[in-house]
């Protein structure tokens, strides 16, 4: 009996060293789960830092892949201004006072009609001249009391032309491709160097006596004239200028001289 009991102790001393074992191999295998959670954790943990980034550069990419379009955009652009330039140069436009047709095959003519401005009388009349067109879009009728008037343009000299008074003057509205300047210069008939000469003729005005203003104008030096446009309805009339001495420093100038010009592009 006694033998029993001591063999059951040591049974019972074994069984408690087998159970701690056993624990001591359970707390060491959850350590290590619990190490290896840590580590998915972390790597949980960076990869999604990796997410982060690549969203980040993904982002990045999108924003320089716009760039790169409003790059291509304006580039685009770019090319269509320029394109457009080489096949459209803006060019320049002048009036050929006195002609119906523009001076040269490099000048392309917008239109050829009919010189005009306010009638000589009139003290209130606009001081700038006009080229009207021959082919009007007409506004409506009116009646009222409160207006301006726009009135043909006459030669009023036969200084420049033979049997010039009384004829209505033409113009040519002319554009330049290869300038993108055009100056009128009183007192010469040919440009300075580095400039093309459209055409030379005389400096002509309203009479000085007249009321109201006028502009200098550059009418050309072999005036034409309108067809059916001989009779004398005045209206705006165009004179010969002549240097008057005093304020006009005389030499270089004469007096009673008429004042030639020229049309120049550059």
Request: hydrophobic content about 25%; proline content about 5%; glycine content about 8%.
């Amino acid at each position: 009996m006694k033998r029993d009991i001591q063999l059951m102790k040591a049974m019972m001393s074994q069984l408690h060293t087998t159970v701690n074992t056993l624990n001591a191999k359970v707390i060491g295998q959850d350590k290590q789960i619990q190490s290896q959670n840590i580590q998915i954790q972390n790597q949980n943990r960076q990869i999604q830092s990796q997410h982060t980034q690549i969203q980040s550069q993904d982002g990045q990419i999108q924003s320089q892949k716009i760039q790169i379009q409003n790059q291509d955009r304006q580039i685009q652009k770019h090319h269509s201004v320029i394109t457009s330039f080489q096949n459209n140069p803006p060019g320049s436009v002048y009036v050929r006072w006195g002609r119906k047709e523009c001076p040269n095959n490099s000048t392309e003519m917008v239109y050829s009609d009919i010189g005009a401005g306010g009638h000589y009388t009139n003290p209130g009349r606009p001081t700038n001249q006009v080229c009207v067109p021959h082919d009007p879009d007409l506004g409506k009728v009116s009646h009222g009391s409160y207006f301006g008037t726009v009135y043909g343009m006459e030669y009023d000299t036969n200084e420049f032309g033979s049997n010039l008074i009384d004829k209505d003057v033409p113009c040519a509205v002319c554009r330049v491709s290869h300038a993108s300047t055009i100056l009128m210069i009183p007192g010469k008939s040919q440009c300075y160097a580095g400039w093309k000469t459209e055409y030379s003729g005389n400096l002509m005005s309203r009479h000085h006596s007249h009321a109201g203003g006028s502009q200098y104008i550059c009418v050309d030096s072999s005036p034409d004239v309108l067809e059916a446009g001989s009779r004398n309805d005045n209206g705006y009339l165009l004179y010969g200028t002549k240097a008057y001495c005093g304020s006009l420093k005389c030499p270089p100038y004469v007096q009673d001289t008429f004042f030639k010009c020229v049309v120049c592009s550059r």
